[in-house]
């Protein structure tokens, strides 16, 4: 079992930035991680991906502004936002899962392991 514990949500004007951590207990060895955000009345989206050979990958909407990394030492994955707009306000979750040769990033249906959330809110 893998569990997931997220911070480092809150409040920030646009154009501001934020780092959301996502630190995980358990067997963690070759996970592939994400980041995915969830708007009031909108459905889950993946923002961001990373494989266990470090690779990453984003969505359109983020990629120059947001940047995803891990802590190997830390168990820890980190989304650090930047030029952050008031059309990335929702709740961030970040999610787990043992990695296949199939292993995409996005899809919310390709993860076993999921955080609680923290929400961010942008304003203008």
């Known amino acids: 079992q893998v569990q997931l514990v997220e911070s480092g949500g809150g409040s920030v004007q646009a154009g501001g930035s934020l780092r959301l951590s996502c630190a995980a207990f358990?067997?963690?060895?070759?996970?592939?991680m994400g980041w995915f955000r969830q708007a009031p009345e909108k459905e889950r989206e993946g923002v961001a991906a990373?494989?266990?050979?470090?690779?990453?990958s984003y969505v359109d909407s983020v990629k120059g502004r947001f940047t995803i990394s891990q802590d190997n030492a830390k168990n820890t994955l980190y989304l650090q936002m930047a030029s952050l707009k008031p059309e990335d306000t929702a709740m961030y979750y970040c999610?787990?899962?043992?990695?296949?040769?199939?292993?995409?990033?996005?899809?919310?249906?390709?993860?076993?392991?999921w955080g609680q959330g923290t929400h961010v809110t942008v304003s203008s």
């Open positions: 999610a787990a899962v043992y990695c296949t040769r199939d292993y995409a990033g996005f899809s919310e249906y390709e993860y076993d392991y």
């Open positions: 358990g067997y963690t060895y070759n996970m592939c």
């Open positions: 990373i494989d266990s050979d470090g690779k990453t």
